[in-house]
């Protein structure tokens, strides 16, 4: 009788340890180094004792739209660009959560022999096409170098690296752990002109997720968010390890690449005495004027805008929680008239 008792327990522990709520995270891209510290929270358990299963999606590589996937709820949280606020001020109700990268990773790519070496020196050069959503702050290093970047010849062509390669434009918008790593291994000599060497650190792969998700589930909010960074954190103090683990999802990348992800990333993610994620209103003020955006309007949303801890104290039932409560009730009363059993046979004994 007491195995029994003990097995009782024992499968009720188990159906509490195993009830993990299935959760979608879309990235904005392809699986890469980029995204590390979500694949080690996965894989290190971290979300798994947040009692979250999470499935992390890439995008397709020709028609990326993270943001479309979270709104419509096929996915409750996203990887996205800092365009993301002005999305949100155009009535997307969209919330950023935590900010992975400190400063953009997107720069120009020029020819190590081209005569360009700074902003200035774009005046008169044809550029690839890019908008102003994601990428915005390579056209501002531009307009704040007095460039007229409407004026620009544009290039728009179908193979943009090797046309690059051929000389048939002159800037390439890239990310800087990718393209610049391509034309290297092909011989083609490179450099880079960045934003976050002339002053512009917009946030960038900023976590997401939407404003229903935010308001009527904040307790799923706040255990995702934590793993999450968790993940991150212990990604960049153990990059060996997070690279192996990265490898398990980009398994389209050799393991010299991802190296190479991690060692032009790093500088991005990381910033003297700013915790991994870190976001501050002032920095999102900045941003909005940067992208020219209305002040006012940017006060009015600010505060549905922005997680916040604070914002969220009421206590938040979860259906794991009530699952939980559901099975005490269960097990309760096999287990009473378990030890009752066992009382009737002692008497009779």
């Known amino acids: 009788m007491l195995r029994c008792l003990i097995l009782l327990i024992f499968v009720c522990g188990s159906v509490y340890a195993t009830v993990l709520e299935p959760v979608t995270l879309q990235l904005k891209w392809v699986h890469q ?3 590390a510290g979500y694949y080690v929270a996965k894989q290190k358990g971290f979300y798994r004792e947040a009692g979250l299963d999470v499935n992390i999606m890439p995008a397709q590589m020709h028609q990326p739209d993270e943001q479309f996937k979270v709104l419509t709820g096929q996915a409750q949280f996203g990887v996205t660009h800092s365009g993301l606020l002005e999305q949100r001020m155009s009535g997307k109700p969209l919330v ?11 720069c120009w790519m020029v020819h190590a022999d081209s005569n360009i070496y700074s902003p200035k020196d774009f005046q008169g050069k044809r550029i690839s096409h890019l908008g102003r959503s994601e990428g915005a702050e390579l056209v501002l290093i531009l307009e704040r170098a007095g460039i007229d970047v409407s004026q620009l010849p544009i290039y728009s062509g179908m193979s943009p690296l090797q046309d690059f390669k051929m000389g048939k434009f002159d800037a390439l918008q890239v990310y800087i752990s990718n393209e610049p790593f391509k034309m290297a291994q092909q011989g083609i000599a490179t450099r880079q002109i960045c934003p976050k060497h002339y002053g512009i650190n917009v946030y960038a792969d900023i976590l997401f997720t939407s404003e229903d998700v935010y ?3 904040p307790e799923l909010v706040a255990k995702f968010r934590s793993a999450s960074l968790r993940g991150w954190r212990y ?6 390890e997070a690279l192996q683990i990265t490898k398990l999802y980009a ?8 190296a190479n992800e991690a060692d032009k990333l790093l500088p991005f993610i990381k910033a003297p005495g700013i915790p991994v994620g870190n976001m501050s209103l002032a920095r999102w003020q900045w941003i909005a004027q940067l992208y020219h955006l209305d002040l006012i309007s940017f006060h009015e949303h600010k505060s549905a805008f922005l997680y916040s801890d604070s914002s969220k104290t009421e206590i938040n039932w979860s259906w794991m929680l009530i699952l939980a409560i559901v099975l005490s009730i269960l097990c309760v009363p096999m287990y009473i008239s378990l030890v009752l059993q066992r009382k009737s046979y002692s008497l009779q004994d």
């Open 251 to 258: 398994k389209q990348k050799s393991y010299e690449e991802l």
């Open 96 to 106: 950023a959560l935590a900010a992975v990268f400190q400063s953009s990773p997107y």
């Open 33 to 35: 180094f980029q995204f």
């Open 215 to 217: 308001t009527y589930r």
């Open 235 to 240: 990604a960049l103090a153990n990059l060996d």
